[in-house]
């Protein structure tokens, strides 16, 4: 376990159906982000939040509706998704929203292995 | 944000040393250096960090020559287990990480 915690692990859901990712952490940080990474593709940023307040959204369809309701939780809402969204979907963690002096920058969760059919 | 160049992929085999170098011409001051080792399936997992010279942790060495363009990561005796992407990032604490294609190791029995 690395402190970030993410469920479920592998979800499938078909384009008509509304499902939640939710990430957890426990380290005090105080930024939060979502990534996507399709196969065999670099990890793509999503959503970032510093202090529970979104301050990136980089240029995600809204299909895609990210919540922080507080600075240890973070969800990823999902709704008429198609099947290129199929990915791994990371959730990451990091103190003062990026790199700290002598810090381990961003701690991320195992995925959620995303499958849209 | 500072640019980084890794190779896209390397071939080694069990037992040897590792050299991965990246190279960002465009480093800013306050910008750290950060290397990042994910397996399929899993999120990276941080590896070593360094500003300047030379940091050793029990998993790797970090050399960063004086002007700071370049890095490399040394990964001493690498077992099969070793084989992993590897992304080199550089940002200081007010950036967001944008990953790049990293550099693909596969170690061969």
Not at chain 1, 79 to 96: F, G, K, M, N, V
Not at chain 2, 13 to 24: A, D, F, R
Request: glycine share 8%; proline share 5%.
């Amino acid at each position: 376990e690395t402190g970030v915690t993410q469920t479920p692990r592998h979800l499938v859901m078909g384009m008509t159906n509304k499902k939640s990712l939710k990430c957890e952490q426990h380290l005090g940080h105080n930024a939060m982000y979502w990534y996507k990474q399709s196969a065999k593709k670099p990890l793509e940023l999503m959503f970032v939040y510093n202090f529970k307040e979104q301050t990136e959204n980089n240029s995600v369809p809204s299909r895609f509706s990210p919540e922080c309701p507080n600075s240890s939780h973070l969800f990823l809402h999902l709704h008429t998704l198609q099947p290129e969204d199929s990915a791994l979907y990371l959730c990451a963690s990091s103190q003062e929203g990026g790199l700290s002096l002598g810090g381990y920058g961003y701690t991320f969760g195992s995925g959620t292995r995303l499958t849209v059919v | 944000l500072a640019k980084t160049t890794q190779p896209i992929s390397m071939d080694s085999y069990e037992g040897q040393e590792v050299n991965i170098t990246c190279s960002h011409n465009n480093i800013a001051t306050n910008d750290y250096i950060t290397w990042y080792q994910q397996f399929p399936s899993q999120g990276p997992r941080f590896i070593i960090q360094g500003y300047k010279t030379k940091v050793t942790n029990e998993v790797a060495s970090l050399f960063i020559p004086a002007d700071r363009k370049s890095s490399t990561l040394s990964l001493p005796r690498v077992s099969l287990s070793d084989t992993a992407v590897y992304y080199c990032l550089v940002g200081d604490y007010n950036n967001d990480m944008r990953f790049g294609a990293g550099t693909r190791l596969t170690v061969k029995p």
